[in-house]
């Protein structure tokens, strides 16, 4: 079975742009969650999509933002760029959300430099 | 907000010696799982544990899930270059059981010398 699977592996990208990332789920999770990897703040919560709505939101700003197609792929998109932004993006997926033999998997990130 | 505290922050340790590290929370989890993450990847679920005391083993890996909720611990026997990476513990906050949420430990970083 194929894992998770993340688009770009890397990105550069400029203060004020924006950025599309992408995720393929492993086939048959309905669930998908992202995350942001800093050295600073660890790993925290951006949002959850489950069966095309958003289920969960962590802290962040409206800067960041995500959706989930029917065929549960998912994309997060990030606006106006700020230095502060640049991170590992973390996808991960699950059959219906962490909960008994329904773990979150996750895939490769997307390492995302602003400059 | 519910936190998790890893310790050690990190570990040098000879080929071959035994690994223990553990979590804690001031507050009670209902899962605990552990994950092992190496450089430029994204973290690989190890073990997942879902009942107070239950004890797990994955070939060299045993987790075990605290009786009062509140930790777990991760051993790893006789331990191999391989085994050099970041290893996190997480659970579901109270408030969002049974979803993609997840909070994470700051992890333990594990050098191993051949």
């Known amino acids: 079975k194929a894992g998770v699977t993340q688009t770009p592996r890397y990105l550069i990208k400029t203060r004020g742009q924006q950025v599309t990332l992408s995720c393929s789920p492993i086939s048959g999770h309905r669930s998908v969650s992202w995350y942001q990897q800093t050295p600073g703040q660890g790993l925290q919560f951006l949002f959850e999509y489950f069966s095309e709505t958003q289920r969960n939101k962590g802290n962040f700003p409206g800067r960041f933002s995500g959706r989930q197609f029917s065929n549960s792929r998912s994309e997060m998109n990030v606006s106006t760029l700020e230095l502060g932004d640049s991170a590992l993006y973390l996808c991960a997926s699950s059959l219906r959300g962490n909960s008994y033999n329904s773990p979150l998997h996750f895939g490769n990130g997307t390492r995302l430099t602003v400059t | 907000g519910q936190q998790l505290n890893q310790s050690p922050q990190s570990m040098f340790i000879q080929e071959g010696e035994d690994v223990s590290m553990n979590c804690t929370s001031s507050s009670i989890f209902n899962t605990w799982l552990w994950y092992k993450q190496d450089p430029g990847e994204g973290p690989v679920l190890l073990i997942a544990l879902y009942k107070a005391g239950e004890l797990t083993s994955n070939g060299r890996l045993t987790a075990q899930f605290g009786i009062t909720r509140k930790d777990s611990f991760l051993n790893i026997s006789a331990s191999i270059p391989s085994d050099v990476g970041i290893y996190f513990c997480?659970?579901?906050?109270?408030?969002?059981?049974?979803?993609?949420?997840?909070?994470f430990g700051q992890g333990t970083t594990l050098q191993v010398k051949p």
């Open positions: 997480a659970g579901p906050p109270r408030t969002s059981s049974n979803t993609g949420k997840l909070i």
